[in-house]
């Protein structure tokens, strides 16, 4: 809605192309000067010794170890009773099997 003395004006494809020549829509960066300084920092930088990379791999294991124990959820407990009760019908079963066969073999 416009009041009575704004006119309303059709703005043509070249109006736009001239605007966006004179205007980017996205600033403009330097990367030269971001690539010279990447450049400095891997000259000045030195690789750490397989030491340094063991303890520090160590140490985010050792972290993530600590957080899924913390983060234990009682589905991860279900998880481990159904677990815990496949084994022992397995044992049990290992059990019977034994059993049957000292029986067979008349022991």
């Given at each position: ?89 397995h044992t049990r ?6 059993t049957l066969d ?6």
């Amino acid at each position: 809605m416009t009041s009575g003395n704004e006119k309303l004006t059709r703005i043509s494809i070249d109006d736009l192309d001239a605007f966006a020549d004179t205007k980017p829509f996205a600033p403009q960066h330097d990367y030269d000067a971001y690539n010279a300084v990447i450049a400095k920092t891997l000259q000045t930088k030195t690789e750490p010794s397989f030491d340094e990379k063991f303890q520090r791999y160590a140490d985010y294991y050792d972290t993530l170890m600590q957080t899924r124990r913390q983060l234990a959820t009682c589905t991860d407990e279900a998880r481990i009773k159904q677990k815990r009760k496949k084994i022992q019908l397995h044992t049990r079963l290992v059990q019977i099997y034994r059993t049957l066969d000292d029986a067979r073999d008349g022991e």
